[in-house]
Each structure stands twice: as structure tokens, then as C-alpha cells.
């Protein structure tokens, strides 16, 4: 966390996403962000590799024959070694499936933020129940809580689309719909005058698309996913495989995400049909591609919806939307 | 939960507009929103659907838009368009001009009344009650339970349902929507419940003669310009529809029903020179002295097509209740209305505000002068009224 007089000290916004882990901040009247990617590689030790990485600044832990370097330089290394970055999070919450996913969670989240000694408010977001299942998020919200009250704070959590309403909405009176496109989930929420009256998630998303695509290319999970956010988009003509594949399963994933949001919305009783539209904001690293908007809005006009839209856009700042949105959150609790 | 100041939501939407700060917007709505959704539902965990519920209420709305809203009610009506006591309290910026319509009696008969705008008035029915003499009439800018002006005219209209037992309209049912319908009538005269009564088909039957006094307001309360009317069984005309209150957005009364308000209100406005201000509903007007608060009776309480019968949106109104008396209102009666009505609370309450601050007192310090007052005129009107039984007896 940096230190800087100028920064509101009364709160914190913490985006912790499945990829990446985000913290926002305001200064004077701007909105700062520092994010790292929330994911890990483990290296053979050595006094050599420890030094170079002191060197330059990068996040690891010595653990015993391994060195663990955690965040954004995760990425480079697993690329350099051809090796797999591992997660903390899956599919929106703690990874099961990973040992380390507890001490290695702690670890980013430390290094973004700062302990405090004042109880300073900070406001984290947690995902939706994914659609038609039920709620398991409880220890993931437990052990973020943990962590972060560990770290000095007063913390309270804020669901990922609320946050990107927060972030976004302020134009409607915080009223609409607003979707985060992340790693493990697409999340959703409807609020109305801030109050949130509708949630939830569908398991489709990034990571989705990459292990997907990857399992059809023969690629790396981690190397889809570096190819996809730097050059893939919709609407054009693709000679190469892997971009083929993954504007397939954008497809699919911009179909469920439709779907699901007809089926969330259809199977509430309390439901009548509308004729006020809502405005709609998309944000997140998945829904960075050119075309995005786009490709999701045939798809909603494709699907008999029983809330219209007035606007469909894309976030300002996607990255740091649902950030910016637990920040304004905790300022208004502060 | 009695006490909590439930603001419309169309009011908060506006006033929150008005913040530049996003977060100062959000902890704005936050309070007000959240504030008022617990203290209709009282569970928090529950305001996600029920505040869904209560979106799409106002979404479905008719005609409620960002703008229209905005040219129809100020950012802060209390403080532009209500005046303290005594000034005028029909502000125009609600209300259009008020034009009496020009409708006048054509052809008579022992049991019909035609007049010039088609209404047809059946009179085979009618049960004259206790002659409506003299009413008392309070001034606004000078409440004397003691001191009353008096006057003998119809001031205004009230709408009422029956809540009767409904058939389904359609032409097989006939038998049995007539059968119901004289049912109805039957029991509205027998109580002398109101002065007209409108049936399924439209018929405007006389139960009450206008010249009497009926039994359709009880304790209420209603206000114009200069004069506050209390208990309007005798300064208001009562008009019945034959109908069941149905859900906010489905219609109460039929087309044919509808039609034959507009003529029926038409006429009654012609001829006793009724404002359109003094034509409302009788959940706008009915109140409890008991605990004081307002909406003992909720019919009309939320879909009086007041535009379709001529009139102008008097839910817009305040209730005079509220800013005159003292009275209070709670969550079910708020959850009873619709969107509409709550405008007209929430002016009510601004302007209780804007006395009380005129004053300098707490709010609750005028409420309860306010209530004291009312109190006084009761127990006025309820000597006048036994001194006058002693008379006649």
C-alpha cells in the first residue's frame, strides 16, 4: 500500500478477484488502484535466484527447497520455466484444490495492503451464489474477513456487481445492472437506488476460456490467457487456431451469461414485466476484448429478457471497476 | 416502526440527483433507502425481493418518468410550493386551473334525471337520512374548535368502494352481477352509506339525497385554501363504486364505471361548485383518533383514475391530516398505497417540517400541539353533535 499524504485514509476498496487483486484508493478527488495478480509459481531454491529477486522488488517467500513468487512476476516466471502459475481462488472462492491457497492469498493480499493500527474501513467483494446452486461462499467471506481484520481493519464485504454499480452508476442513482466478466465467475447484480434487490453468478468465465481453448489448442492455460488479453477481439477474421477457438468460447460464455440472467430473472415470482429500461455496465478483465459490447448486446437482444435496457456500456476502467466500487462503498460507510 | 418517516422514493431519486459527491449520493440513498425498506419490512434480509417488488411498482407507474416527475414535483415542494398555515395550500404548480364544468339537468322525471353530458341518475332508490342543515367549517389560519364558519353546501366528493362481492364481468353472469348489484344496493341504503352509488354495468343510482347528510366518511379530515373540513359525512358527497380494490395495477373500476364517475362528478361539480382539490378518495381523508394516524380506511387508497374522470392527480396533495392535525402514518398504510399517494404524504410531512422550523419547535413538539387541536374540534363536533340529539328528542 503506498503511503501518501494526500491518500484518504478513512477507506480502502479491495477487488479480490479470482485473477487479480486490486486495491483502490482515494487521492484528493482521484480514484488510485494497485493491483496483483492473485496467483502463485514455486521455483527450486537457490541463494542466487533469492538475491536477484530481492534485487528487483519481487514478492516471494523462501519455503524450505522452494522459493514462491507470488503476483504480477508470477506470471512472467511461469512463462519463462513453461510451467502453470497455481491459484489461490477458483471459480470465485478460496481453491479447494490448492494446499497453499490460505498462506498464499495472505501473502498478496499483504502486499497490497498495509496493516493499519486505527481500524480503518475497507470493504472487499465477494462473489454471488452461482445461479441454481447454493450459497458456499461463508469460509471464503470468513477467511478474507480474517485476514483482513488481522491486518487492523474494520472490514465489511460488498458483492462484486453491487461494487461495479458503485463504481459506475452513480448517473442513474446507483440503479441498473451491473455485470464484473472476471477469472472464475461472471457476476451479477440489479440494485435500485443502490439497495441490491437481485444477485448472483454463472461459473463461465475467463478461466473458462482458457483452460477451454487450451484444451483444444494444446496451449498452457496461463498462455491462452496472456494471448487473449493482449490481442484477441471480436468481429475479425482469425487465421490462427487459437484465436478461433477463443472467440468460441467467448461465444459460449456471453450465452450463458445471457441466459443465465433470463433464467435468474424469469424464475422470480416477484418479477412483473417492465417497461422502465435499466441501464446495463460490463466490466472486468473478460470483457476488455474489442467487440465485447457488441457481441453481448446481440446476444441480449437475441433473448426474450423481462428487464429492457437503455445502455449497455462498457466500465470506464474495467480492471478497477468493481475495485473503485468497494471503495465508494467503504467512504460511504466511513 | 410508528414514527419512521417513510419518504417516497421519487423524492429520494430527486434529491440524490443533486449530489455532485458519489460517495456523499450513496451514503445519502444508503440511509434513506435502506432506513425505509427496514422500516416497512423490518428484516433486512428480506429487502432484495421486496425492494425488487417495489421497483417495479414504480417502474409500472403510469407515466412515471425522470422528467415528468421533475415538472411535477419540485426538488423541495415544501419549501417553494407549501406555505405555512394560512396561506394558500392548492399550489398551482400541482394543480391546473380549476374550470367548473358547464353541465345542467335536461329532463326529470319521477324516478330519472337526465342531464346535458348523458349522465342518467336513477332515483328509485333513494332514502332521505338527516338533513344536512349546517356543517362546521375551520379556518386554516385560525383553528377555533369554538369559532367554526358554517355553511350548508357541498363542499366536495369522496370516492369510496363497496368491497362487495364481485362476479366475473361478462354477459353469461348477468343474473348474477344483477342479483349482486341489487344486493348491494339494498345495504348501502338500508346505512345510508353514500349519496351515489355506480354499479357494474355504470348505473348511477341516488341512495342519499344531496340535501342530507350520508354515512360514507366517519372521522376524516380534508382541507382547501382557507377552510379545513372535519368529518365529511356532511360537507362531502359520498360516491360508491360497486368494486373490489384490486392490486396497484390492475384497475378497480370498469370502463362503464369510469365514464359514469366523469359525468356523475361532472354534474355534482356543476351544480354545488365543488373544487377539483375537494374531490378525493376515502384513504386520502380517513382518519383514526384513536392512535392518530392516518388511512383507517384504504380504499382508493392507491389507483383512482382521477385523470380518467376529469380531475386532477389529487394523490399530488398533501394530506391535511398530517400538516393540519398532527396525524401520523404507518408502514401499512404506506404499503397499502401506491406511489402516488406517498407524494402527497411526503409534502404533508415536509410541510409539518416547515412549520414546526417556522415555529422553532422540535417536530414532535408541534405534532403535538397539532394533535391537541384536533383533539379540541372533536369534542366540539362531538357536543354540537349530542346537544343537537338532545334537541330533536
Same mark, same amino acid.
Given at each position: 500500500m503506498r503511503h501518501n499524504d494526500q491518500v484518504n485514509n478513512s477507506a480502502v476498496g479491495l477487488d479480490v478477484g479470482t485473477s487479480r487483486i486490486c486495491l483502490a484508493q482515494r487521492v484528493r478527488d482521484e480514484f488510485q488502484y494497485e493491483t496483483q495478480l492473485n496467483a502463485f509459481v514455486t521455483i527450486p531454491f537457490s541463494k542466487m535466484t533469492e538475491n536477484v529477486l530481492k534485487q528487483e522488488k519481487v514478492p516471494h517467500t523462501v519455503d524450505g527447497p522452494d522459493i514462491v513468487v507470488h503476483g504480477n512476476e508470477s506470471d512472467r516466471f511461469a512463462d519463462v520455466l513453461n510451467i502453470e502459475t497455481r491459484r489461490t481462488m477458483d471459480k470465485g472462492v478460496l481453491n479447494p484444490a490448492e494446499p497453499e491457497s490460505l498462506g498464499m492469498l495472505r501473502k498478496i493480499v499483504e502486499s497490497l495492503v498495509a496493516p493499519v493500527k486505527d481500524r480503518q474501513k475497507l470493504c472487499f467483494t465477494v462473489p454471488a451464489a452461482p445461479l441454481g446452486a447454493e450459497d458456499n461462499l461463508t469460509y471464503h467471506e470468513a477467511t478474507l474477513r480474517r485476514i483482513l481484520t488481522d491486518l487492523g481493519y474494520e472490514v465489511k464485504?460488498?458483492?462484486?456487481?453491487?461494487?461495479?454499480?458503485?463504481?459506475?452508476?452513480?448517473?442513474?442513482?446507483?440503479?441498473?445492472?451491473?455485470?464484473?466478466?472476471?477469472?472464475?465467475l461472471c457476476n451479477v447484480c440489479v440494485a435500485y437506488l443502490s439497495v441490491p434487490v437481485f444477485s448472483f453468478s454463472i461459473p463461465k468465465a475467463g478461466d473458462y476460456i482458457d483452460t477451454s481453448a487450451a484444451a483444444i489448442t494444446g496451449e498452457r492455460a496461463n498462455r491462452v490467457r496472456i494471448v487473449k488479453e493482449d490481442s484477441f477481439h471480436f468481429n475479425g477474421f482469425f487465421a490462427d487456431k487459437l484465436q478461433q477457438v477463443l472467440g468460441v468460447y467467448y461465444d459460449e460464455m456471453i450465452q450463458s451469461l445471457v441466459q443465465g440472467? *433470463?433464467?435468474?430473472?424469469?424464475?422470480?415470482?416477484?418479477?412483473? *414485466?417492465s417497461n422502465r429500461p435499466l441501464p446495463i455496465v460490463l466490466s472486468g478483465g473478460t470483457a476488455l476484448p474489442e467487440g465485447f459490447r457488441d457481441r453481448f448486446q446481440k446476444a441480449l437482444v437475441e433473448t426474450d429478457l423481462p428487464i429492457a435496457a437503455n445502455e449497455i456500456r462498457i466500465a470506464a476502467d474495467p480492471l478497477h471497476a468493481s475495485a473503485k466500487g468497494a471503495l465508494v462503498a467503504a467512504l460511504a460507510d466511513a | 416502526? $410508528?414514527?419512521?418517516?417513510?419518504? &417516497?422514493?421519487?423524492?429520494?431519486?430527486?434529491?440524490?440527483?443533486? !449530489?455532485?459527491?458519489?460517495?456523499?449520493? %450513496?451514503?445519502?440513498?444508503?440511509?434513506?433507502?435502506?432506513? #425505509?425498506? +427496514?422500516?416497512?419490512y423490518g428484516r433486512a434480509n428480506r429487502l432484495p425481493w421486496l425492494g425488487l417488488a417495489l421497483l417495479f411498482v414504480l417502474i409500472l407507474t403510469p407515466g412515471y418518468k425522470k422528467s415528468s416527475v421533475k415538472a411535477s414535483f419540485p426538488l423541495?415542494?415544501?419549501?417553494?410550493?407549501?406555505?405555512?398555515?394560512?396561506?394558500?395550500?392548492?399550489?398551482?404548480?400541482? %394543480?391546473?386551473?380549476?374550470? !367548473? &364544468?358547464?353541465?345542467?339537468?335536461?329532463?326529470? +322525471?319521477?324516478? /330519472?334525471?337526465?342531464? +346535458?353530458?348523458? %349522465?342518467?341518475?336513477?332515483? #328509485?332508490?333513494?332514502?332521505?337520512?338527516?338533513?344536512?342543515?349546517?356543517?362546521?367549517?375551520?379556518? #386554516?389560519?385560525?383553528?377555533?374548535?369554538?369559532?367554526?364558519?358554517?355553511?350548508?353546501?357541498?363542499?366536495?366528493?369522496?370516492? $369510496?368502494?363497496t368491497e362487495s362481492d364481485q362476479a366475473r364481468f361478462s354477459a353469461d353472469q348477468n343474473a348474477r352481477l344483477?342479483? @349482486?348489484?341489487?344486493?348491494?344496493?339494498?345495504?348501502?341504503?338500508?346505512?345510508?352509506?353514500? $349519496?351515489?352509488? !355506480?354499479?357494474?354495468?355504470? =348505473?348511477?343510482?341516488? @341512495?342519499?339525497?344531496?340535501?342530507?347528510?350520508?354515512? $360514507?366518511?366517519?372521522?376524516?379530515?380534508?382541507?382547501?385554501?382557507?377552510?379545513i373540513f372535519v368529518n365529511l359525512n356532511a360537507s362531502f358527497l359520498g360516491i360508491a363504486f360497486e368494486t373490489q380494490t384490486q392490486r396497484d395495477d390492475m384497475p378497480s373500476a370498469n370502463p362503464a364505471q369510469v365514464h359514469a364517475a366523469r359525468i356523475l362528478t361532472e354534474m355534482l361539480r356543476a351544480r354545488y361548485r365543488i373544487r377539483q382539490s375537494n374531490c378525493v378518495t376515502h384513504a =386520502?381523508? +380517513?382518519?383514526?383518533?384513536?392512535?392518530?394516524?392516518?388511512?383507517?380506511?384504504?380504499?382508493?387508497?392507491?389507483? /383512482?383514475?382521477?385523470?380518467?374522470i376529469g380531475l386532477s392527480d389529487n394523490y399530488a396533495l398533501p394530506p391535511p391530516a398530517i400538516y393540519a392535525f398532527g396525524f401520523d402514518y404507518d408502514p401499512t398504510f404506506v404499503h397499502a398505497t401506491g406511489v402516488r399517494l406517498w407524494q402527497g404524504l411526503?409534502?404533508?410531512?415536509?410541510?409539518?417540517?416547515?412549520?414546526?422550523?417556522? #415555529?422553532?419547535?422540535?417536530?414532535?413538539?408541534?405534532?403535538?400541539?397539532?394533535?391537541?387541536?384536533?383533539?379540541?374540534?372533536?369534542?366540539a363536533l362531538r357536543r354540537a353533535a349530542t346537544a343537537s340529539d338532545n334537541h330533536e328528542t
Open positions: 464485504s460488498i458483492n462484486e456487481g453491487l461494487a461495479v454499480i458503485y463504481s459506475e452508476l452513480e448517473s442513474s442513482n446507483y440503479t441498473g445492472i451491473g455485470i464484473s466478466c472476471g477469472g472464475g440472467m *433470463k433464467q435468474a430473472f424469469s424464475n422470480s415470482r416477484n418479477l412483473p *414485466k | 416502526m $410508528h414514527g419512521v418517516r417513510l419518504i &417516497p422514493r421519487i423524492l429520494i431519486e430527486q434529491r440524490a440527483a443533486t !449530489i455532485q459527491d458519489p460517495v456523499a449520493r %450513496l451514503r445519502y440513498l444508503q440511509r434513506t433507502v435502506v432506513a #425505509r425498506e +427496514s422500516a416497512i423541495k415542494p415544501a419549501v417553494h410550493a407549501l406555505p405555512v398555515p394560512g396561506a394558500e395550500i392548492n399550489p398551482p404548480d400541482i %394543480l391546473p386551473p380549476d374550470i !367548473i &364544468p358547464n353541465v345542467w339537468l335536461v329532463d326529470q +322525471s319521477r324516478d /330519472f334525471e337526465t342531464y +346535458s353530458n348523458g %349522465l342518467r341518475v336513477d332515483n #328509485r332508490y333513494v332514502k332521505p337520512n338527516q338533513r344536512r342543515i349546517f356543517y362546521p367549517v375551520y379556518q #386554516r389560519d385560525a383553528i377555533d374548535a369554538g369559532e367554526p364558519e358554517w355553511r350548508s353546501e357541498p363542499a366536495g366528493i369522496v370516492y $369510496h368502494t344483477k342479483l @349482486i348489484g341489487k344486493a348491494v344496493i339494498g345495504v348501502v341504503q338500508q346505512n345510508h352509506s353514500y $349519496h351515489f352509488l !355506480i354499479d357494474r354495468f355504470g =348505473q348511477v343510482f341516488r @341512495i342519499v339525497p344531496e340535501t342530507d347528510v350520508a354515512n $360514507h366518511a366517519g372521522y376524516s379530515v380534508w382541507a382547501d385554501g382557507k377552510s =386520502q381523508v +380517513s382518519v383514526n383518533p384513536d392512535n392518530m394516524l392516518v388511512g383507517y380506511h384504504t380504499d382508493w387508497a392507491g389507483n /383512482f383514475p382521477f385523470r380518467d411526503a409534502l404533508a410531512e415536509d410541510q409539518m417540517q416547515t412549520q414546526a422550523a417556522a #415555529r422553532g419547535l422540535p417536530v414532535s413538539r408541534y405534532r403535538a400541539i397539532l394533535q391537541k387541536q384536533y383533539k379540541e374540534v372533536l369534542a
